[in-house]
């Protein structure tokens, strides 16, 4: 059964290319997996120990990962959590969580370029 999407999605190859921070609380953010993205929501993989409130407004920040290692902020939006599912990631337990951001973004170029994801 094929999804109808209403935007391009674009499935990150190299999940430790870009990284996504969520602040779960204010001044405490965590790091997670982006497991892919479009202009109006993303998949994020983060460890089960954190707790994300459905329909709670959520700051994220996607940062890509540099040529020198460094970690480089290329987006920030707001979002929700529309749904989650409890599946391994990496021989762990993990959460993928759908998040539907409060506006659309412009995704940056190294995205959209296709270079690190398939569509």
């Not at 290319?17 to 993205?37: A, M, Q, R, W, Y």
């Not at 920040?61 to 970690?71: A, C, H, R, T």
Request: proline share 3%; hydrophobic share 35%.
């Amino acid at each position: 059964m094929s999804q109808i999407r209403k935007n391009k999605r674009f499935y990150i190859n190299d999940k430790d290319h870009f990284l996504i921070k969520i602040e779960t609380n204010p001044g405490k953010s965590v790091d997670c997996f982006l497991n892919d993205i479009s202009v109006s929501g993303a998949c994020i993989i983060l460890d089960r120990q954190v707790f994300v409130q459905r329909d709670k407004q959520y700051p994220f920040v996607i940062l890509e990962q540099k040529g020198n290692g460094e970690y480089e902020k290329v987006a920030s939006t707001t979002g929700k959590m529309a749904w989650y599912l409890s599946k391994e990631f990496r021989n762990e337990d993990m959460l993928y969580l759908g998040i539907e951001f409060q506006k659309e973004i412009a995704l940056p170029k190294s995205i959209t370029d296709e270079a690190e994801v398939s569509v």
